[in-house]
């Protein structure tokens, strides 16, 4: 079965503080997505990776950056967190070829 | 501009009842996924389809390229199929500046005993 894991399911964090989500992934994949998931807004792409060290913006990526430093590590970085990033954070992967894609579990960060 | 359109946005059912959900798209895909999401967050894939019919269960997702439309079915449904479904098409331009998925806004589903 192919897993992709988020490192927290639950997180609270203060205004300011340094976040990182990590995902990891076990089959491979060259593709990996973070989006973010808001009641009325649904899912959104804020960043993706295809290889190591590439990355791309998605719709949103205003106030995050992104890691790719191994193809099956692909961390998402709140430099400076704010109340209006407390959302739910999904992680996905796919192979290059695509296009089926597999989901993390998910972390609902909150930002206090 | 919503490129995925998905009916109804909330749907309250009887067990056993048979549910449809729909979701129509504008845009070229090479498939669509259909997911579902329980309270907590985490989502499942539960089908991948590029064309035809696809049946897993008591579920049965439908894809009709030409027309831009799927639809995801439930037979005999059961409160444990209280869950957000969400359709999610695959674009085809890997690599390029969109990702390759776009998302309908969800289906909530509630089947009452």
Redesign the interface.
């Known amino acids: 079965d192919v897993k992709v894991t988020q490192s927290s ?1 639950y997180l609270v964090k203060r205004t300011g503080e340094k976040v990182f989500l990590e995902c990891v992934q076990d089959m491979d994949h060259e ?1 990996m ?1 973070w989006y973010r ?1 808001d009641p ?6 804020i960043y ?1 990776s ?1 290889d190591v060290k590439m990355k ?4 949103i990526p205003e106030g995050y950056s992104v890691s790719r430093e191994k193809k099956e590590r692909f961390s998402l970085i709140l430099e400076s967190a704010s109340t209006n990033q407390t959302s ?1 954070y ?1 992680c ?1 992967s ?1 192979l ?11 972390t ?1 960060l909150t930002v206090v | 501009k919503n490129e995925v359109e998905q009916s109804p946005q909330n749907l309250t059912a009887q067990e056993g009842e048979f549910i449809t959900i729909n979701c129509s798209y504008s845009v070229g895909i090479s498939a669509l996924h259909w997911l579902q999401q329980h309270p907590g967050g985490g989502i499942v894939s539960l089908f991948m389809l590029s064309s035809g019919k696809k049946k897993h269960g008591r579920l049965i997702a439908t894809i009709n390229i030409q027309e831009k439309h799927s639809s995801l079915h439930i037979t005999a449904s059961h409160p444990r199929d209280s869950a957000v479904y969400i359709c999610a098409p695959s674009l085809g331009n890997y690599g390029g500046s969109q990702g390759n998925l776009i998302f309908g806004k969800g289906t909530k589903l509630s089947v009452k005993p």
């Open positions: 399911r593709n997505f998931q009325g807004l649904g899912l959104r792409l993706f295809y791309e913006k998605g719709d739910m999904l996905a796919s290059w070829s695509g296009p089926e894609a597999f989901f993390g579990q998910g609902r």
